[in-house]
């Protein structure tokens, strides 16, 4: 099982930035994902979930309105679409993945630092 | 959202010492509570699910206990590859929330 996220970087506030999560060694369609963030000396937050279908998806109210999270299954790639970007959205981005119905987490991506800075 | 408070924030220990971590949560989340371990510039790593199963691969000197709105990780013997920081999680409903995290240090 690997999770690689990609798409990280330096970008100006109120600007956008899309992350990738690319999935291998899996079923990646049968498992629901989650985005998670940690700012610097921090500690983790949860905020944007994707069943393995799509159907349900969540976001946490810090980033709701701005993020936008999607996934294809055929290309076994879960996307984050960020706008509006503040400072305090600076952070190292993960994707991990729910083993099964209940929302813990048993493989995580190597995360991909997002700084937020003019 | 359910509030996840962690003490001690810092512990210091030696190798060898047996170690716990609290973890409360402002209301009760039954034993839907998972722990996970994070070494600096690392991606966090499962320990323990429904607040006292093992995730496999983990050493047995990890042990979790509690239900409701308290529990414990527990660390056996501390080894040099456990000085690291341990986060709790509750998924008792949404938004998933986790602790601010336990540094264990030496």
């Known amino acids: 099982v690997q999770l690689v996220e990609s798409g990280g970087g330096l970008v100006q506030p109120g600007g956008s930035l899309r992350l990738s999560c690319t999935a291998s060694g899996f079923s990646f369609s049968n498992y629901n994902m989650i985005w998670v963030r940690q700012a610097p000396g921090k500690g983790l937050e949860l905020f944007s979930y994707?069943?393995?279908?799509?159907?349900?998806?969540y976001y946490a109210d810090s980033v709701k309105g701005r993020f936008t999270i999607s996934r294809n299954n055929a290309q076994n790639s879960l996307s984050l679409q960020m706008n509006s970007l503040r400072d305090d959205d600076t952070a190292i981005y993960y994707c991990?993945?729910?083993?099964?119905?209940?929302?813990?987490?048993?493989?995580w991506g190597q995360g991909t630092l997002v700084t937020v800075s003019s | 959202d359910i509030q996840m408070t962690q003490s001690p924030s810092t512990l210091s220990a030696s190798m060898g010492d047996r170690i716990t971590i609290t973890c409360r949560a402002s209301q009760t989340i039954s034993s839907w509570l998972a722990w996970y371990q994070q070494k600096p510039g690392k991606a966090p790593n499962l320990l323990i699910y429904?607040?006292?199963t093992l995730q496999g691969g983990v050493p047995s000197r990890f042990s979790g206990s509690g239900s409701g709105t308290e529990f414990t990780l527990t660390i056996t013997s501390l080894q040099p590859d456990d000085f690291a920081t341990y986060h709790c999680?509750?998924?008792?409903?949404?938004?998933?929330?986790f602790g601010q995290g336990t540094k264990v240090e030496i």
């Open positions: 429904k607040a006292s």
């Open positions: 999680q509750q998924y008792d409903s949404y938004p998933w929330t």
């Open positions: 991990a993945r729910a083993p099964g119905v209940y929302p813990y987490f048993d493989y």
């Open positions: 994707i069943s393995s279908s799509s159907r349900t998806i």
